[in-house]
């Protein structure tokens, strides 16, 4: 039983940084890429960055590029995302995902990603 469990969420102040981590258990990551969503109250889920499978290819969405790093840890069988800078429109329950398929490349769209955790909450005060 594939399980991914996040943490690391809080609440900070406009600019300031937090880092989740997402722990899994039941299968290794290593062969699979990962990606880290969110959803704002209201509204749908959206991606925000993932990884490749080895780590050598990273993507963000717009909105936080620049200021949001993935990276992930495939010993510790363990991802993360290190947040920078934050703004309130942060603020969000995050959700990793764990690839599908075998030396993926990393994707925003959520069919490509089968296996979710529960979330933690994100929240940015200004």
């Known amino acids: 039983q594939v399980q991914l469990v996040e943490s690391g969420g809080g609440l900070v102040q406009a600019g300031g940084s937090l880092r989740l981590s997402c722990a899994a258990s039941?299968?290794?990551?290593?062969?699979?890429?990962m990606g880290w969503f969110r959803q704002a109250p209201g509204k749908e889920r959206e991606f925000a960055a993932a990884?490749?499978?080895?780590?050598?290819?990273?993507y963000y969405a717009d909105s936080v590029k620049g200021r949001f790093a993935i990276s992930r840890d495939n010993i510790k069988n363990t991802v993360y995302l290190q947040m920078n800078s934050l703004k309130p429109e942060d603020t969000a329950v995050y959700y990793c995902?764990?690839?599908?398929?075998?030396?993926?490349?990393?994707?925003?769209?959520?069919?490509?990603?089968?296996?979710w955790g529960q979330g933690t909450q994100v929240t940015v005060s200004s």
């Open positions: 995902a764990l690839g599908r398929v075998y030396y993926g490349l990393g994707s925003s769209r959520t069919g490509e990603y089968d296996y």
């Open positions: 039941g299968r290794t990551i290593s062969w699979y890429a």
């Open positions: 990884v490749s499978w080895n780590g050598g290819l990273t």
